[in-house]
């Protein structure tokens, strides 16, 4: 079975700063996806970004980018030049890659990390 | 992004009393929905899997009888919530699988349904 952890609860950072939210998981398995998703006091899960495993490129989408760690089993979420309404829990999940067989296509969550925004 | 709906956003509903909740993926087809449920300041936690046309896979510990999916469509699935009782209050969201159709392999969520049994 998979894990994933996400060892800060809380988190706070300056308007226009940069932050890091970390993020362990742990798997046998070799090929698949990592997630890192947002969820604003409105509740909706929004998706941020997403790297595949077998990509060793980071993937980046504007100012949120992420530090992929295979060997590590690392998945760090970098927020550039933060904005208030980037203050949401985010979520780390992981997910098997659609071939692995039995529980591919369900996503196993972090417990998260509140992110707050200081004007 | 892929959108996902959910109806209706907040019910109450008296004790003993079935509630239906909707789960629609508005611009591509899904295979696949996933439903979960949320307490508060908690994590998402996994209940079933919707496959379209064929019987949904219910999570350790979730009574199928009391959670009815229905996956009748490509775009629509159904979470009922039979017999409700004050404990199932709670915040319920669908997920749907999007593979192939141009776009890649992801889950995109609808904005959740706050259930509240008196």
């Known amino acids: 079975a998979q894990t994933v952890t996400q060892s800060q609860p809380e988190m706070s950072v300056q308007e226009a700063e940069t932050v890091t939210l970390s993020c362990t998981y742990d798997t046998s398995e070799n090929n698949y996806y990592l997630f890192w998703y947002k969820q604003p006091p409105s509740r909706q899960m929004i998706l941020v970004i997403r790297?595949?495993?077998?990509?060793?490129q980071n993937a980046t989408e504007n100012r949120f980018s992420v530090n992929f760690q295979k060997a590590a089993k690392s998945f760090s979420l970098k927020i550039s030049d933060s904005q208030l309404g980037d203050t949401a829990m985010y979520f780390c999940a992981f997910m098997k890659h659609p071939y692995s067989g039995a529980g591919s296509y369900q996503l196993t969550f972090g417990k998260g990390t509140k992110l707050s925004v200081i004007p | 992004g892929a959108v996902v709906s959910q109806h209706p956003s907040r019910v109450i509903c008296k004790s003993g009393t079935s509630v239906k909740i909707e789960c629609r993926s508005l611009?591509?087809?899904?295979?696949?929905m996933f439903w979960y449920r949320q307490f508060p300041k908690k994590s998402l936690m996994l209940m079933a899997t919707s496959n379209e046309g064929s019987k949904a896979t219910y999570e350790q510990g979730v009574e199928k009888d009391k959670f009815l999916i229905n996956h009748a469509s490509l775009t629509l699935s159904t979470l009922t919530v039979t017999s409700a009782h004050p404990e199932d209050s709670s915040f319920y969201i669908c997920?749907?699988?999007?593979?192939?159709?141009?776009?890649?392999?992801?889950?995109?969520f609808g904005p959740g349904t706050r259930l509240l049994v008196l």
């Open positions: 997920s749907a699988r999007v593979a192939g159709q141009g776009m890649q392999e992801t889950q995109y």
């Open positions: 790297q595949e495993a077998y990509k060793q």
């Open positions: 611009d591509f087809q899904a295979t696949t």
